[in-house]
T-cell receptor, first 112, second 115 residues
């Protein structure tokens, strides 16, 4: 089983719909992150969380919200999806004592 | 504003050749420079990383060269193999007491190694 699991793996949704992407981890890490990957832009940080009560905006948080339901679960929501949010989304975790990030397999989101 | 700039965007190398990917950064507060490897349908995975107190780090066929004064670092893949075909991302972050785990990524390089 993957240490960082994302669901769904693929999703097509319509403009204006609310959608939630979920991430769970079994690594026991306290830190969790959501990144967005676009061709030619690399990965950009959307939100990050150091623990359940500590959530922070990243580089491109507009149009997104997150929820840290437990140490192991971190969800990303698009309140009203728009086509330019079509991208590959990655959840990642890390331990506070390390700089290495562990990524899930990604969610490919298409907004039509 | 791209704080970490990566080139080339794509690279084709013959099997056995050397693949070289370059990155440049702006923020002198960065002190941790990893390279991530991503295969299709997978998430990025740490390949090799370096801190600015050394100018080179080698792990098997993979070497990072680091030039602190120029604010540049590069990945060299020696004896490139078809199995190395993937997308490579350089990144930068702040470690030590300022470690937030936040990574600033380059744009990515798609490497194809031809048999």
């Amino acid at each position: 089983d993957a240490d960082v699991t994302q669901t769904p793996r693929n999703r097509i949704t319509k403009t204006g719909k609310r959608i939630m992407l979920e991430c769970s981890q079994t690594k026991g890490h306290d830190r969790m992150y959501w990144y967005r990957q676009d061709p030619g832009l690399g990965l950009r940080l959307i939100y990050y969380s150091f623990d359940v009560k500590d959530i922070n905006k990243g580089e491109i948080s507009d149009g997104y919200s997150v929820s840290r339901q437990a140490q192991a679960k971190f969800s990303l929501s698009l309140e009203s999806a728009i086509p330019n949010q079509t991208a590959l989304y990655f959840c990642a975790t890390s331990d506070r004592r390390s700089t290495e990030a562990f990524f899930g397999q990604g969610t490919r989101l298409t907004v039509v | 504003q791209q704080q970490v700039k990566q080139s080339p965007q794509s690279l084709i190398v013959q099997k056995g050749g050397i693949s070289i990917i370059n990155c440049a950064y702006e923020n002198t507060a960065f002190d941790y420079f990893p390279w991530y490897q991503q295969f299709p349908g997978k998430g990025p995975a740490l390949l090799i990383a370096i801190r600015p107190d050394v100018s080179e780090k080698k792990e098997g066929r993979f070497t990072i060269s680091f030039n602190k004064s120029a604010k540049q670092f590069s990945l060299h893949i020696m004896d490139s193999q078809p199995g190395d075909s993937a997308t490579y991302f350089c990144a930068a972050s702040r470690g030590g007491s300022s470690n937030t785990g936040k990574l600033i990524f380059g744009q990515g390089t798609t490497l194809q190694v031809k048999p």
